[in-house]
Nanobody, 115 residues
Framework: VQLVESGGGLVQAGGSLRLSCAASGSTFSINAMGWYRQAPGKQRELVAAITSVGGSTNYAGSVKGQFTISGDNAKNTMYLQMNSLKPEDTAVYYC?????????WGPGTQVTVSS
């Protein structure tokens, strides 16, 4: 499975961005996908996740009500709509695909929120 993120960039506080993660390869084996982020000097953390079947979602408490994760199975693409962005949302955002015995990561996309 190959994952490629897009949609990152520089935005002012209060603005919005939509990240995309395009998956290719053995996408039929993906059980769930998620967005993680890693800020400088901090550990990578789960932001949001969505299951492939049923589309159940899960969010980190810090982004609940602010970010929305969604998926388009026909396009093998996952999205993260980020609203009301804050400087503390600045990080590299990574896409993750979880399969039965392994997971895959995209190279990441930088999101920078200026105050």
């Amino acid at each position: 499975v190959q994952l490629v993120e897009s949609g990152g960039g520089l935005v002012q506080a209060g603005g919005s961005l939509r990240l995309s993660c395009a998956a290719s390869g053995s996408t039929f084996s993906i059980n769930a996908m998620g967005w993680y982020r890693q800020a400088p000097g901090k550990q990578r953390e789960l932001v949001a996740a969505i299951t492939s079947v049923g589309g159940s979602t899960n969010y980190a408490g810090s982004v609940k009500g602010q970010f929305t994760i969604s998926g388009d199975n026909a396009k093998n693409t996952m999205y993260l709509q980020m609203n009301s962005l804050k400087p503390e949302d600045t990080a590299v955002y990574y896409c993750n695909a979880l399969m039965a015995t392994k997971d895959y990561w995209g190279p990441g996309t930088q999101v920078t929120v200026s105050s």
